[in-house]
């Protein structure tokens, strides 16, 4: 096994991300939360458990960089500090995803960001919109964007949306601290998302503009790309948002064997192979050409049809009957894109070098 990336038969797999979901706690109850996270929630990693992650993933150079998420990630207060240093002493940059609810007015956001930069934070990414909103007001989220803009830290805000959403990106632009930012951020660091919100558990029937629904998506990106963690000390095999919903994604538990093997499992998993060339939306394609009395809903993530796939018994009949037809397609297709990657990013590496 090379000790710079995950040796699959001769290829390499370089994940390239590392995400820390650091609690399910959070100072929201925002409806329809991808984790259910809440106040009430207590599950949260420790200092020593986020340490042990970060030396297991450190000898993985592919990976530059940690994402420190949740719940709401500043609740771990100097815990969340100690980790990002830890980070940066094993070379890895750090962003942290963050609902805004700590903000305490521009100075004090300014010294906090600041000391958190000193520390290796590179970029922030807050949250709002709607649900959001019923929690956090979105000055609090702008006045975060604001100072971390001034201490030189990248910004993206992601505003959710669904069709009959109160509160858009536009509405946002027009907010005279938005309009503040954008006068005086002369490097752009600050961008804007917008999100579809979704929810897993179908307790809730949102609706969307048609152009929202995904008709057709390449493969999935995360899944060999990433490495997470949970605050049950679960790692999970893409950014985790359905681990509630998809045990599958589950690779092990932190400490039973090293990371990096139980990583390495997954490059025989078929259905991963397939999600990560295809994507779930083809896959739902490709059953319905199969068995076409079966109905596919439409969607507006990726994720939301990944977990469709894996939570319907009658779609997973359909693949376990005829995926051997498809395999060989699949197999060779899944190494073609492994290695198409490690050869692109040493080219890239190569010409970052020569500049
Ligand atoms: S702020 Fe984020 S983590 Fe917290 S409840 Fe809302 S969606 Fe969930
Ligand atoms: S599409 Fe599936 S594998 Fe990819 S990130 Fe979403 S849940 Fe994970």
Request: glycine residues 6%.
């Amino acid at each position: 096994m090379s000790i710079n990336g995950l040796t699959v038969d001769g290829v390499i797999l370089e994940p390239e991300s590392a995400a820390i979901i650091t609690t399910y706690k959070c100072t929201a109850r925002c409806k329809d939360c991808c984790f259910d996270c809440s106040p009430k929630e207590k599950e949260m990693l420790t200092i020593d458990e986020i340490k042990k992650f970060i030396d297991e993933i450190a000898p993985l150079k592919s990976i530059k960089s940690v994402v420190w998420t949740g719940g709401e990630c500043s609740i771990l207060g100097k815990k969340l500090e100690e980790g990002i240093a830890y980070a940066k002493s094993k070379g890895k940059i750090s962003r942290i995803v963050s609902n805004g609810s700590w903000s305490s007015g521009v100075e004090k956001d300014k010294i906090y960001l600041n000391e958190l930069k000193s520390k290796g934070l590179a970029e922030i990414n807050l949250s709002t919109g709607d649900n959001h909103q019923q929690f956090i007001p979105i000055e609090k989220v702008l006045t975060i964007a604001q100072a971390a803009v001034s201490v030189g830290l990248r910004v993206l805000i992601s505003v959710e949306k669904t069709k009959f959403s109160k509160f858009s990106i536009e509405n946002l632009k027009e907010h005279p601290i938005y309009k503040k930012i954008k006068r005086d951020d002369k490097d752009t660091s600050l961008s804007l998302l917008s999100a579809a919100w979704v929810s897993f558990n179908s307790g809730s029937n949102y609706e969307y503009d048609e152009e929202a629904f995904i008709e057709k998506r390449e493969g999935c990106d995360s899944l060999y790309n990433t490495i997470a963690i949970n605050p049950e000390k679960k790692l999970l095999a893409c950014c985790g948002i359905t681990i509630r919903y998809i045990p599958e994604m589950e690779i092990g538990i932190l400490g039973e064997k090293p990371i990096i093997d139980m990583y390495n499992v997954q490059k025989s998993d078929f259905m991963k192979q397939w999600i990560f060339t295809e994507g779930p939306i083809n896959i739902l394609r490709q059953v319905v050409e199969w068995e076409d009395t079966i109905e596919i809903p439409k969607f507006v993530h990726p994720c939301q049809a990944c977990a469709y796939i894996y939570q319907t018994p009658e779609i997973i009949e359909v693949i376990e009957k005829n995926y051997h037809t498809i395999i060989e397609r699949i197999t060779v297709k899944f190494y073609q894109k492994i290695s198409f990657k490690g050869t692109f990013e040493k080219k890239l590496k190569a010409k970052a070098i020569q500049k």
